[in-house]
């Protein structure tokens, strides 16, 4: 497994093919991933642990569902989204195609 630190938390990615990705997101209380997109990537999440803020679409027009554990959401590409993890730790399961590095960022508290 591989292991990825993100400033929210990090990765864990155990599996990694041509074909197909998948990996877990730890992400910390009070933190949150950028709001982005991907061009390419599509990808299916799972909540395991903690309760999942999802965000979707741009401002001022922004969904927000909270996800708990065993709910999933589907991520076409084109879709803006963020995730972020309110009062506790979330922890998600992501199985996607193999661009992990397709993230269009259109916002980020960490000025990546």
């Known amino acids: 497994m591989r292991v990825v630190n ?32 991907h061009e390419r990537k599509e990808e299916t999440i799972c909540v395991l642990e903690g309760v999942l803020r999802l965000e979707l679409g741009r401002a001022p027009d922004i969904e927000v569902k909270h996800l708990q554990p065993g709910e999933s959401f589907h991520v076409a590409p084109g879709t803006v989204h963020r995730f972020a993890a309110e009062a506790v730790d979330v922890r998600l399961v992501e ?10 960022r259109l916002e980020d508290r960490y000025r990546r």
Not at 96 to 102: V, W
């Open 6 to 37: 993100k400033p929210w938390g990090h990765e864990e990615i155990w599996a990694e093919t041509a074909r197909y990705a998948g990996k877990f997101l730890i992400i910390r209380s009070g933190e949150a991933l950028s709001r982005q997109y």
């Open 95 to 104: 199985v996607s195609t193999p661009e992990l590095e397709d993230v269009v």
